[in-house]
């Protein structure tokens, strides 16, 4: 019984260290997306049509790493670390 109450201590304690490290993750995400993107894919990830940027909600971080690393628009971007990204698509999939 004991074990068992521990084991559920832990688990509880996991999924809320993970959840704090997600909320984490979205908050730099949000400011990698501020700084980075919201210039052209607007403050709300819904694109600009003045600029030729699609809604970009939702996206994924293999959908971001491949725009990078093939789109010139993109092309200043290189440098973003895949933590950064993964960020930014943590971020993004909020706005859905
Ligand atoms: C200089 C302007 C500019 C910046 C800065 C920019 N984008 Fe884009 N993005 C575009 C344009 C224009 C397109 C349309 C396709 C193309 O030209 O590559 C696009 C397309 C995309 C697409 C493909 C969407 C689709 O539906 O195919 C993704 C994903 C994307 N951008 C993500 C990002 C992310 C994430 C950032 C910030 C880290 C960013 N972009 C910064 C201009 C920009």
Redesign the pocket.
């Known amino acids: 019984m004991k074990k068992a109450c521990l084991g559920i201590a832990m688990m509880t304690a996991l999924c809320v260290s993970a959840s704090t490290m997600r909320a984490q993750e979205q908050a730099s995400g949000k400011k990698?997306?501020k700084a980075?993107?919201a210039?052209?894919?607007g403050a709300d990830a819904a694109g600009k049509p003045a600029?030729?940027?699609?809604?970009?909600k939702g996206?994924s971080t293999d959908?971001?790493q491949k725009?990078?690393s093939t789109?010139?628009?993109?092309s200043?971007?290189k440098s973003?670390t895949l933590d950064e990204?993964n960020g930014?698509a943590a971020y993004?999939a909020t706005l859905k």
């Open positions: 990698t997306f980075r993107c210039g052209c894919h600029m030729k940027s699609p809604s970009i996206k959908e971001i725009v990078i789109s010139p628009k993109h200043k971007l973003l990204v930014v993004l």
